[in-house]
């Protein structure tokens, strides 16, 4: 037995106490997006050269050459959590996305952790990215990095209140721009190569005092948590499911086909800028930027500095996108007091969640003055906690009803959730203690509040809604 309605019983039972819904027409955001618009709008949430640009270096700066092998491991583990997602993203579709399928196959109380540690994710990645606009406009002007992540949100915010189908549009055209950018760095570092493909397994990084240093297997394992984070937009698709054009199809195939691409378009100048890099000082600078300019010439490295401070802001419009329909889907199954579920339910003349999109953008704006390390430690524990929920949620998702639901289906199952389960669990266990308390800490606190205040009001309150035109 599953705690999830189907929206309008979830409606009608709280009809008499919150006024934003009717009971017959519960609010639902409409379908206006096909395969094409969702794989754009999902690529762009994965903003492959901006991760590619801001996220990699970090790992650079750790795990030298081992980077590139890295990044392939965690590639392989997302295609086990891209099965995941796409069996239950197209069992389940609906805005609410992992803690809409969590809570319809584990419980309620699963869902509910889920949907804690996704918004913490959907919280902080967007500032993340946001705040290395600075450095890629610094040929043109010499920004604050924390200020200029600020206004990148609050623009990204403003876009977000438009229309879905005209952001599928915009963010397409960035996208074509950090796929150029990705491109040049590749062709310049495979061009420019001081070592062979022998040197992507060398584990080496550059120490202290100008001797090397060697990775571990261990530190190559603590650093899956971030390679995980590197690819983790594709689980945008099943947060548009609600909006995607047959989502029993189209889902799956965006899943899918957005994480082979944006494996591709981050791994090769990876595995470029691990050969071209003149010696291993340069590589764990991470100063992608340099390095292009060595290269080439100044003029190709500000054209590619100038894409990838695209691509952030495309990021940026595509993650405050998700994370308002996240936070709207939450609204409508009552996860907070009346006025708070009223407030954030509410949408715009253009048909999208303005409430909630202003509520993720502003805050994402004051993130962006946080300790960049913290943010990134509570990210890849957050991303690895929520992804072992899901793949704990996959092994249940074939009992009961949803045995006979025509959905998408994974091979290899239930092998296949059961081993990344188990991966996870140890990757998780590798992470350091402070991360793991920061994200431990706020999970502690939603589970009290879920103890006093949800579970009390089980029959109002945290309804999990499927949208009804999906129930055949």
Not at 444 to 451: G, H, K, N
Request: proline share 4%.
């Amino acid at each position: 037995m599953t705690d999830t309605l189907p929206t309008a019983e979830a409606a009608v039972s709280e009809a008499s106490s919150d006024s934003s819904q009717s009971p017959q027409h519960p609010r639902q955001l409409k379908r206006s997006i096909g395969i094409v618009g969702g794989t754009l709008l999902t690529l762009s949430c994965v903003t492959p050269a901006s991760t590619l640009f801001v996220v990699v270096p970090d790992l650079f700066g750790s795990l030298g050459t081992a980077t590139a092998l890295t990044i392939a491991i965690g590639s392989v583990l997302c295609i086990a959590v891209a099965f995941c997602y796409s069996e239950l993203g197209t069992l389940i579709p609906s805005a609410g996305g992992e803690y809409a399928m969590v809570s319809t196959l584990a419980g309620r109380l699963a869902g509910w952790l889920v949907f804690v540690l996704s918004l913490l994710v959907v919280m902080i990645v967007p500032p993340v990215i946001a705040m290395g606009t600075a450095d890629y406009l610094t040929p043109i002007v010499h920004l604050n990095p924390s200020m200029t992540g600020a206004g990148v949100m609050l623009l990204a915010t403003l876009a977000g209140l438009l229309d879905l189908r005209a952001n599928a549009w915009i963010t397409g055209i960035f996208l074509v721009l950090e796929v150029i950018a990705a491109g040049v760095v590749a062709l310049l570092g495979f061009t420019h190569s001081h070592r062979g493909l022998g040197s992507l397994t060398s584990m080496q990084v550059a120490g202290t005092g100008g001797h090397t240093d060697t990775v571990t297997a261990m530190l190559v394992v603590s650093g899956l948590a971030i390679a995980l984070f590197v690819t983790q937009g594709f689980s945008t698709a099943v947060y548009l499911s609600e909006e995607l054009e047959n989502p029993r199809r189209n889902v799956a195939r965006t899943v899918l086909a957005t994480l082979a691409i944006s494996t591709v378009i981050i791994l090769v100048p990876v595995v470029a800028i691990t050969m071209g890099a003149s010696d291993l000082s340069e590589l764990t600078g991470g100063d992608i930027s340099s390095m292009v300019t060595a290269w080439s010439n100044s003029a190709v490295g500000t054209f590619v500095s100038l894409c990838v401070a695209l691509a952030i802001i495309n990021a940026g419009i595509v993650m405050v996108i998700q994370n308002s329909r996240v936070l709207f889907a939450s609204a409508r199954d009552k996860a907070w007091p009346t006025p708070v579920n009223t407030v954030f339910a509410k949408l715009g003349r253009f048909g999208s969640p303005w409430v909630a999109t202003l509520a993720v953008g502003i805050p994402g704006a004051v993130l962006c003055f946080v300790n960049l390390d913290t943010l990134y430690g509570v990210t890849g524990v957050s991303v690895t906690g929520m992804y072992l929920l899901v793949a704990v949620a996959a092994l249940l998702s074939r009992r009961g009803r949803h045995r006979h639901t025509h959905a998408w289906r994974m091979p290899l199952w239930p092998a296949m959730p059961i081993l990344l389960t188990a991966v996870l669990a140890y990757i998780l266990t590798q992470q350091e203690t402070s991360y793991l308390l920061w994200t431990g800490g706020i999970v502690a606190v939603a589970t009290l509040y879920w103890v006093f205040y949800l579970r009390p009001r089980r029959e109002t309150r945290w309804l999990v809604s499927i949208p009804e035109d999906q129930q055949a």
